[in-house]
């Protein structure tokens, strides 16, 4: 089974950036789509990006253009680099497969990233 920890996240002023890290076990990692989620207190949980194993991205409307997804098939991670970061991006932050390219791994704790004025 693949484990999955994240790590990166931390308080930080509106308009800073943060560069997310998710470490992935397995031996299949290059050749999985890999996304970012994130869930806000009281909220469900959703994708904000995704990287293909060919290295196609694609961004939820809210974070174009301020987050970057990549990934480095060599360490088995995937980063999620965030820049402009507004108090609406404060969560806790999931890297996973997205459903639809095969279901998801077990969840990783997540890690938290808040965005104060």
């Known amino acids: 089974q693949v484990r999955l920890v994240e790590s990166g996240g931390g308080l930080v002023q509106a308009g800073g950036s943060l560069r997310l890290s998710c470490a992935t076990s397995?031996?299949?990692?290059?050749?999985?789509?890999m996304g970012w989620y994130r869930q806000a207190s009281g909220k469900q949980r959703e994708l904000v990006a995704y990287i293909t194993s060919g290295g196609s991205t694609n961004y939820a409307d809210s974070v174009k253009g301020r987050f970057t997804i990549s990934r480095d098939n060599a360490k088995n991670t995937v980063y999620l680099q965030m820049n402009s970061l507004k108090p609406e991006d404060t969560g806790v932050y999931y890297c996973?497969?997205?459903?639809?390219?095969?279901?998801?791994?077990?969840w990783g704790q997540g890690t938290q990233v808040t965005v104060a004025l």
């Open positions: 397995g031996s299949t990692f290059s050749i999985t789509t």
């Open positions: 996973n497969r997205p459903y639809t390219f095969g279901g998801y791994f077990n």
